[in-house]
């Protein structure tokens, strides 16, 4: 086994493309096998296999995943801005892709007459991708399953949230209409039936509907089978507002 520490060193080689130089460094540092270590020593480009294997058996990976790091991580890298030419450097120019504008796959966003409802989507929706993304890294700097397991919990609840935001944006944009089939809609609907109410009307539902909320929260935590429990909890408890 490697620690945490050892263990981001590691991510941290394999997404730089695991230059074998740099890896043979590295392999010195862990838990290593002194034969391997010679014939690295001796010859490195030749062991290059060995040690990328051995990588991965340190990190609970298999070696396509490792592969698939390095091709993930290889296209975010910038372009160099100096090239090989007749044996002295040239400078070429960046040439960066189009960036898919958000707006411009959404236009509707920016009209008056936008449902307010789809807007407070689309701020989710980024948040959504970042949340997941960042999640996404996570997992490669987990030290025990606990870990992954909270941090894959995280990636999953985020991709599948972003997913569902963009049904109902690409939905609207099509049809014109509102597909309906994230909570947010039912939130708003129970938003503006509440806004009818008045001071008493509030105290009231209040304390009606008091009692059943905190027995949803303490259930929630009591069951303990998702990670976030008590952030399920409190949506528990806000999703029953007004339901009686």
Known sequence: MISKEQRIKVVGWIR???PIKEG?????GLPN?????AALDRNP???????NLEICGLLGITLARFNQIIK??????????????????ARIEKVNPPKRSFRAQF?????????????????????????YTAG???????SSLDECYHAAFDVVENYLENRLIYEELEYYGKHGNILGKHRIFDQYKKYERLRGYNVIELVELLRKT???RIWRIESEIKKGDKPPARRTAKKAAGSSVGTG
């Open 72 to 89: 993930e991580y290889a296209t975010k890298q910038p372009p160099s801005s100096y090239t090989q030419e007749n044996g002295k450097e």
């Open 136 to 142: 996404h890294e996570k997992l490669f700097d987990c």
């Open 210 to 212: 008091l009692p059943h």
């Open 16 to 18: 730089r493309g695991a």
């Open 24 to 28: 043979v460094r590295l392999y010195a």
């Open 33 to 37: 096998k002194p034969r391997l270590m």
């Open 45 to 51: 480009a030749k062991h290059r296999e060995l040690l």
């Open 107 to 131: 236009p509707f966003l920016s009209r008056p007459d936008c449902p307010p409802e789809l807007k407070a989507l689309a701020a989710d929706k980024i948040t959504a991708w970042e949340n």
